[in-house]
């Protein structure tokens, strides 16, 4: 693990702009990305710095030199919004804000730095009833991986059941080991009723699509094969 600085900058209902910018260390997991003491008093929280006011843009996403797995504003220990990623350099367009969030002291923005290495994969969703969630897995030789719930540990049938996921996006460096793409929503029966292929932060910048979602219930899964 090594130390690496992360940055991020986002646009407030109110003109300003909030600008991010911290070391944190790659390979430790999530962790929260404060303000850039260039342009604020001390390196403070998001809710704390915002209080009250409302995140519009995201102008630049949580970005790192090798790369973010993923990121999420946090209340109260909870997933409150899911946030787009990206390597620092490797960026296309702005982003608007997944959910309207009137921010509060306490919310705090948490980002995953990995290492240039890391097979993390990764899979960010939003569902019709407005839930944000996480799900990760490390693939290892060829083989069938199912992604899991960031905090809870919790399959996507068993965190999502009776949901239906209408916005996600992927990121893992696999590329063509990974055998379908990305992830495949499996249902009961273990056949693919959805899905969303995985993006490269290191060759182009994840977007959120609406293309490929599904109706999850229980014992379903979110299946990552790889060849190798």
């Keep these: ?9 986002f646009m407030l209902n109110t003109g300003e702009l909030i600008s991010f910018s911290g070391t944190l260390t790659d390979g430790g997991g999530y962790q929260e990305l404060q303000t850039n003491t260039e342009y604020s008093t001390s390196a403070t929280s998001l809710g704390q710095f915002a209080n009250g006011k409302m995140v519009t843009q995201i102008v630049q996403p949580p970005s790192a ?7 999420y504003i946090e209340r109260r220990g909870a997933i409150l919004c899911v946030l787009p990623v990206a390597q620092q350099g490797i960026t296309s367009l702005p982003c608007m804000m997944p959910m309207n969030v009137v921010l509060q002291a306490g919310d705090v923005l948490r980002v995953k730095p990995i290492t240039a290495a890391s097979r993390t994969f990764t899979l960010s969703v939003i569902t019709s009833q407005g839930t944000h969630a996480i799900f990760e897995t490390v693939p290892s030789g060829a083989a069938n991986n199912d992604v899991t719930h960031i905090l809870s540990g919790q399959s996507i ?4 059941t009776g949901q239906t996921i209408v916005h996600h996006w992927a990121t893992s460096i696999d590329g ?3 055998s379908t793409g990305g992830v495949l929503y499996l249902n009961d029966r ?5 899905g969303v292929t995985a993006t490269d932060p290191a060759d182009l910048q994840p977007k959120s699509n609406n293309l490929g ?10 299946r990552v094969t790889t060849s190798s």
Excluded: D, E, H, R
């Excluded at 693990?1 to 900058?9: E, S």
């Excluded at 030199?65 to 990121?71: F, L, S, V």
């Design 1 to 9: 693990m090594a130390n690496v600085n992360v940055q991020a900058q």
């Design 190 to 194: 273990g056949l693919p009723i959805g």
């Design 157 to 160: 049938g068993q965190s999502l």
């Design 176 to 178: 063509s080991k990974l």
């Design 65 to 71: 030199p090798t790369g973010i797995a993923g990121a």
């Design 213 to 222: 979602g599904a109706s999850i219930n229980l014992n379903f899964v979110g």
